[in-house]
């Protein structure tokens, strides 16, 4: 393992000089393809920490895993100018990151905006990805998902403690997320805060929160059906939680009709975005990642 809690810390530098973090599980096999995890909008590289020892040292098939927090989040530095908190130049943050890492072509999990990074690497860099597991996110984003994570984003309460943390989660998302264990909430909060002399802290940069309030809601958002596209020779699995609200049954089936060979699995009483080391979806995403062929005979 590469430390104490199976990882080791990588930093490395922007193109603008700001200093990136990621972390690194395993090594994996020499002619294995190695894995890439991307985060959502306001989250970090610990949302893939289990998700992460599974496919590193559980898995049939062990890779090395290379889980990276975007500018502004967890232990990347924060920019000065929150308009560079967007997909495009998080994109370029992450083909830097891999090229300082030597790497050229990887497979690629992405909950949320990871997701829309993928997108946008499909058109910057395509011999990049090898394989694509899509969380709970597609080329058509539905505006009251959106409005769910602004009013989150916007409304969000400094909790004294973690014990409170927990409770409002809960209180914020339970409706969505039935399915979930106290353990599995817990694990939550303790991906998205740090801690600060005991007190949680959200782990991003309070100017986040501006990409979003300057959103224009009332105005058709723009899709990625071009990008999407240039994924069809690429093996992809499409997870959508049952009761999502950003990516719809509707896109999904669009999704599967225009990629035939698309994967797709429904997971139940989980709301945006699926937690995926839960259930049997570490098992699933480690079997879809070795029979895409991510890893070369």
């Not at 908190?85 to 090229?99: C, K, Q, R, S, W």
Request: glycine content about 8%; aromatic content about 8%.
């Amino acid at each position: 393992m590469g430390g104490d809690d199976g990882f080791s810390d990588f930093f490395y530098m922007s193109q603008d000089g700001l200093t990136l973090h990621a972390r690194i599980y395993g090594q994996g096999a020499a002619n294995s393809v190695p894995v890439v995890c991307l985060p959502g909008l306001s989250r970090n590289a610990r949302d893939f920490h289990e998700l992460a020892l599974h496919l590193a040292y559980s898995a049939a098939d062990p890779r090395r895993i290379i889980c990276f927090d975007y500018r502004g989040r967890g232990r990347s530095a924060s920019d000065s100018n929150w308009h560079n908190y967007n997909v495009g130049v998080e994109a370029n943050d992450i083909v830097t990151g891999l090229g300082a890492l030597g790497i050229s072509e990887a497979a690629f999990i992405g909950t949320s905006r990871g997701g829309l990074i993928i997108h946008v690497l499909a058109a910057m860099r395509p011999a990049l990805i090898k394989a694509v597991v899509l969380n709970d996110i597609g080329p058509v984003i539905e505006v009251a998902g959106l409005e769910q994570i602004r009013s989150y984003l916007a409304n969000a309460q400094r909790p004294k403690d973690f014990d409170e943390a927990v409770a409002m989660q809960r209180s914020v998302h339970g409706d969505a997320f039935p399915a979930l264990q106290p353990a599995d909430w817990s694990r939550f909060v303790r991906a998205i805060y740090r801690s600060e002399n005991g007190v949680p802290v959200a782990d991003h940069d309070p100017a986040l929160i501006n990409t979003v309030l300057a959103m224009d809601l009332t105005q058709p958002l723009p899709d990625l059906w071009p990008q999407f596209d240039l994924l069809a020779a690429v093996p992809m699995l499409a997870i959508r939680g049952a009761n999502s609200r950003l990516l719809s049954e509707e896109t999904l089936g669009r999704m599967a009709e225009r990629h035939p060979a698309l994967e797709a699995i429904t997971v139940a009483g989980q709301g945006h975005a699926p937690f995926l080391e839960t259930g049997e979806l570490p098992e699933k995403i480690a079997r879809f990642l070795e029979q895409a062929g991510a890893l070369p005979a």
